[in-house]
């Protein structure tokens, strides 16, 4: 019935994380069921379910984060911005990870 009414929907499988920034904060939707949907022309990307959680402004905390990171970590803060974007933006595994990399 759906696509008789000009109605196509596809299910985007595997979808991990789903982040949404702006210039006042950071939106991460962990595990979500994404679908695309399309409609005269229009594509909508319908995100559902999954664990939300909100922070603040993307640019200062990766920042801030980075330099928490380090000093736990005991790194450099470009050591830990990548640790960040490896785990996700998680500081704990952030943390874990660096940790595991200077005892190996």
Known sequence: MMQRMGMQVKQIDDVTRVVI???????????????IVTVQGQTVYQVGGGTAR????AGATSQDDAKLVASQAGVST?????ALQQSGGDL???IILLKQKKTS
Not at 21 to 33: Q, T
């Open 21 to 35: 920034e702006s210039a006042s904060k950071r939106i991460v939707i962990d595990r979500p069921e994404v679908a």
């Open 54 to 57: 909100e922070e603040g402004p």
């Open 78 to 82: 470009e050591e830990a911005a990548k």
């Open 92 to 94: 704990a595994q952030a």
